[in-house]
DNA sequence: GATAAATTGAACATCATTTTCATTTCAATT
DNA sequence: AATTGAAATGAAAATGATGTTCAATTTATC
C-alpha cells in the first residue's frame, strides 16, 4: 500500500520537486503530532530533535503538504493557520469549545446533502466547505 | 423606531464612550456599503468624501461596531477580517467562488436544526457558527 | 466656557507569513 | 565518484493586516 510518504514523494517528483531530508523530517513530524498544529508549532515540536531545521523551511513544506492534498489548511479564530491530515472519507465538521479550545471533530452526511442540495441550487460546483461551531463543551459549562 | 445609528450611541453611551464626527461617518459608510468589506476597504472608501480620516481609527471602529452587536467579523478565504451588518433574523451562511470572489447568502433552517441537534448531542451551548462553500460560481465555470 | 476623560491621527510595533539571496544539497549524467 | 545545473535551505529582511503609543484635539459634564 502507498504510504503517506510515497504519496508525497510521487508528488514531489511529478513536479520537479525533490525530496530532501528536512521534507520528511517535517512529513514525519507532522503525521506523528495532534492534529491542527500551525506551522510554528510544528516547528517548535521539530527543532528538539532536529534544531537545524529553519522556519521558514517548515511554512514551506506545510504549503506543500496541502497542495499535494496530504493536508488541509484550516482557519479557527486565532490568527495561525492549522493542518489536519487529510483523510479518505473526507468531509467532517469541527465543533470548537470557547473556553478550553478543544475541538472535536464530527461528520453528518445529512447535512453534506443539504450543503450539495444548497451549491446546487445555486449552480456551484463545490471545491471545498468549512463548517464550524463555537460554544462551551460540557466541562467548561460546569465551571 | 431605533436606527442603527441610535443603538450605536446607547452602546457608546453605556461604556463610558464618546460619540465622535468620525464614529459616525463610519457607522453611515459601513451601513452604506455593500457587506463584507473589509476595515481596509472601507476606509479607502470613506477617504475619498473625508480625507481626514485615520487608517486606525477605521480599525478601531469596526471592532466598537462588533462589540456593540451591530456588525459581524467574518474570515474568509483570505487574511482580511470582513464584517458584515447584523440581521435580526440571524443566521446565514456563506457561497464564495473561489475564481471572482462573489459572495452569496444564504440561509436553511434545516441545516440550522441539524446543526443545532449536533450540539446537544455532544452537550455543547452553542454561542456562534460557520458554515462557507467554496467552489466556482456559474459564470466562473463557463470560462 | 472650564475641565477631565476619551479620541484622534501619524508613526511605530507586532505577529504570522513570505521573500530574498548566498550557500548547500539533490539527482541526473559523465 | 566527480560534475553540473536546478532546486532547497536557512538567516535575515520584507510584507501585510492589525494593534498600540502618545502628543494634540475633541467631547460630555459641571
Redesign the interface.
Known sequence: MATVKDLFRDYLGKHGLKVTRQREIILEGFMGSPSHLSAEELYLRLRKDHPNIGYATVYRTMKLLADSGIASER?FGDRQTRYEPNTSDDHHYH?I??SCGRI?E?E?P??ED??QQ??SD?????????????????DC?AR
Not at 445555486?122 to 460540557?138: D, K, M
Request: charged letters at 15%; aromatic letters at 10%; proline letters at 3%.
Open positions: 482557519h465543533l469549545c470557547n472535536i464530527f453528518d445529512k447535512i443539504l450543503l444548497t451549491a445555486h449552480h456551484f460546483t463545490l471545491s471545498h466547505q468549512r463548517l464550524e461551531l463555537y460554544g462551551l463543551c460540557p459549562q
